[in-house]
């Protein structure tokens, strides 16, 4: 994945990124799971970078499954920007 096409899902819990990894594969899309970058404040080590064509469909799984997120992210210049 191109990582300028990337979009990054940061948790609170090691539970709910586990929980939309199986969610987001069975869906089909494309994920990474890396670890949470420094410049992101999340209660979770592990975040979950996905292709940015796929935001809409991620956000319908995200709410109708109440996976607790604690932000998507779009990486900035150096920093990462909270977009939902």
């Known amino acids: 994945m191109v990582e300028s096409?990337?979009?990054?899902?940061?948790?609170?819990s090691t539970q709910q990124a586990l929980?939309?990894?199986?969610l987001l594969e069975y869906a089909d899309i494309e994920i990474d799971i890396c670890p949470t970058p420094k410049e992101i404040?999340?209660?979770?080590?592990?975040?979950i970078h996905f292709p940015l064509e796929d935001l809409n469909t991620v956000q319908q799984i995200i709410v109708q499954e109440n996976v607790e997120v604690r932000g998507?992210?779009?990486?900035?210049e150096h920093d990462y920007k909270l977009i939902d």
């Open 5 to 12: 096409n990337l979009l990054l899902i940061a948790f609170d």
């Open 19 to 22: 929980r939309a990894e199986m």
């Open 41 to 47: 404040t999340a209660g979770c080590a592990l975040s």
């Open 72 to 76: 998507i992210f779009e990486k900035a």
